[in-house]
């Protein structure tokens, strides 16, 4: 008598509360929401610290200058006061290509609204059958059914650049660039390649080294040795800005 093998059953540790009665938001086999992570999601330590055990494995991925962003530093209102953070603004004539990650999503997408406060979700229907903005960087596929594509966005209008209150932390761009790292060196370099916004109008460049400062220390890939590698990188690809950090 031929034996068929057990198909394994995998169950989500998903609490239930008044909100989401119980329920999964997504399909844990086939997930229909998607998030292109451009800044600290590109982190593994960093999007699994929001997303718990709701988040399935991330690709890297490119989004297409035809989709019209350019990533940029911007200076926004946080619970911690005024903070540079990663955004993407919408503009045709200087777009980039746009290195990142896409990872896919189980739970409601709530805990990122949350997280991504002052951000603007935009949604893009992604068909495999069709020409799309987001391509895979690696052996890994895109979906190869119809899903959607979440993007944390910032109006032009709330474009505020770096400035002596608001300067860019490396505390933060160490997480972004660590989360880079784990995806190669030639990643890492299309990612301060592309990213805009380091100096403002006048040229002033606000970047302070606060790393004995405000640590995160759940960002386990956050370590000294990392650190060092991040200095190199920098100094090689970014030099004429780098020289700038205080």
Not at 68 to 87: M, P
Not at 89 to 99: L, Q
Not at 148 to 162: A, G, Q, S
Not at 191 to 216: G, H, P, Q, S
């Amino acid at each position: 008598m031929r034996q068929t093998k057990k198909i394994k059953v995998i169950k989500l540790n998903y609490k239930k509360t008044k909100k989401n009665k119980g329920k999964p938001c997504d399909n844990y086999i086939q997930p229909r929401n998607f998030i292109f992570g451009y800044g600290s999601l590109i982190n593994s330590y960093s999007r699994k610290y929001t997303g718990k055990g709701f988040i399935g494995s991330a690709i890297p991925v490119q989004l297409s200058k035809k989709a019209e962003y350019k990533r940029v530093w911007v200076c926004k209102k946080s619970k911690y006061g005024d903070k540079s953070f990663l955004g993407l603004v919408k503009e045709k004539n200087k777009a980039h290509n746009i290195n990142g990650v896409l990872m896919p999503i189980y739970n409601c997408i709530s805990k990122f609204d949350k997280r991504e406060k002052g951000y603007k979700r935009i949604k893009i229907k992604y068909n495999p059958r069709k020409k799309n903005i987001i391509k895979s960087l690696s052996w890994q596929k895109m979906p190869n059914y119809p899903c959607n594509i979440y993007i944390y966005t910032i109006k032009k209008e709330l474009n505020n650049m770096p400035n002596k209150n608001c300067p860019i932390s490396q505390n933060y761009l160490d997480v972004v660039l660590s989360g880079c790292l784990e995806y190669g060196r030639d990643f890492t370099k299309n990612f301060l390649k592309n990213t805009m916004n380091w100096a403002d109008k006048e040229k002033n460049i606000y970047w302070v080294n606060d790393r004995k400062k405000n640590k995160r220390c759940w960002i386990k890939n956050n370590d000294k040795k990392n650190r060092v590698k991040i200095d190199k990188l920098l100094k090689k690809y970014i030099p004429k800005i780098y020289k700038y950090r205080s």
